[in-house]
C-alpha cells in the first residue's frame, strides 16, 4: 500500500478568495516563455516593479534563480528539465492561492510541458506570454554568452540550437522583443490585465 493513501488535505476557513479581495487583485500567474536571450526576465523584471510600485502584490520566479536553490538538484537533462518546469507550476499554484499575481521567465520549450502546468490553475488563471524574438536576434543579444558556448559544443542540447524551442500556438499574449521596446512590452501585458480584471484597485 502506498503512504500517500494516509496523505489528506487539510483545509482551512482563509480561502484564496479571501486573500485576493484583501490584496485588491484577481491572482494569476505570468508566464513569460521564449528563447533565451529573448527578453523574459528583462521584461518580468520591469513588470514586476510596476505592479509593486501601483500596490499590487507580485513575485518573480526566475529560471536562473530557481536553480539555486528549489531545483538545484536538477541537470539540463529532458527528464529533468520536465521535473523543473512542473515543481515552479507546482510552487506558482501556491503562491497564486497566496492571492499574488506570480510572474515566471523560464525558456519552457516544450508545449506538453506548458499545458501541464496550465492544468493546475483554475480558468483565466495562467496567462501565457509569448517573449518572441527572432534566434538571430536572441543569438546577437548573447547576454549571458550561453549561444557560443552552444555553437561550440560546450552546451548540450541547448533550445534553439540543439534541442527544439516549440512556440505556443494560442498564448493569451505575444510580444515581439525583437521590435518592441521593453516598456511596449510591458504596456501591453498591463492593457491585458486591465482588461481581464486582474488588477481591480483605482
Given at each position: 500500500m502506498s503512504d500517500k493513501v494516509h496523505v489528506v488535505w487539510q483545509h482551512y476557513d482563509v480561502t484564496s478568495s479571501d486573500r485576493a479581495a484583501i490584496k485588491g487583485q484577481k491572482p494569476c500567474v505570468i508566464w513569460l516563455t521564449g528563447l533565451s536571450g529573448s527578453g523574459k526576465s528583462t521584461v518580468g523584471g520591469h513588470l514586476d516593479s510596476y505592479l509593486h510600485?501601483?500596490?499590487?502584490?507580485?513575485?518573480?520566479?526566475?529560471?536562473?534563480?530557481?536553480?539555486?536553490?528549489?531545483?538545484?538538484?536538477?541537470?539540463?537533462?529532458?527528464?529533468?528539465?520536465?521535473?523543473?518546469?512542473?515543481?515552479?507550476?507546482?510552487?506558482?499554484?501556491?503562491?497564486?492561492?497566496?492571492?499574488?499575481?506570480?510572474?515566471?521567465?523560464?525558456?519552457?520549450?516544450?508545449?506538453?510541458?506548458?499545458?501541464?502546468?496550465?492544468?493546475?490553475?483554475?480558468?483565466?488563471?495562467?496567462?501565457?506570454?509569448?517573449?518572441?524574438?527572432?534566434?538571430e536576434v536572441c543569438e546577437q543579444r548573447d547576454v549571458k554568452g550561453l549561444y557560443k558556448k552552444a555553437r561550440a559544443g560546450e552546451i548540450k542540447d541547448f533550445t534553439g540550437i540543439s534541442s527544439p524551442y516549440e512556440a505556443p500556438d494560442a498564448a493569451e499574449i505575444q510580444v515581439n522583443t525583437g521590435d518592441q521596446t521593453v516598456e511596449e512590452s510591458v504596456e501591453t501585458i498591463i492593457e491585458y490585465l486591465n482588461a481581464n480584471g486582474y488588477l481591480k484597485k483605482p
Open positions: 510600485s501601483q500596490g499590487y502584490h507580485s513575485y518573480i520566479l526566475d529560471g536562473d534563480n530557481v536553480r539555486h536553490g528549489l531545483n538545484k538538484d536538477l541537470t539540463f537533462s529532458e527528464e529533468d528539465r520536465i521535473e523543473n518546469i512542473r515543481r515552479v507550476g507546482e510552487a506558482s499554484k501556491l503562491m497564486a492561492d497566496a492571492g499574488l499575481i506570480l510572474i515566471t521567465a523560464f525558456i519552457s520549450p516544450f508545449r506538453a510541458d506548458r499545458a501541464m502546468v496550465r492544468e493546475l490553475f483554475e480558468p483565466g488563471q495562467f496567462i501565457e506570454v509569448f517573449v518572441n524574438a527572432p534566434l
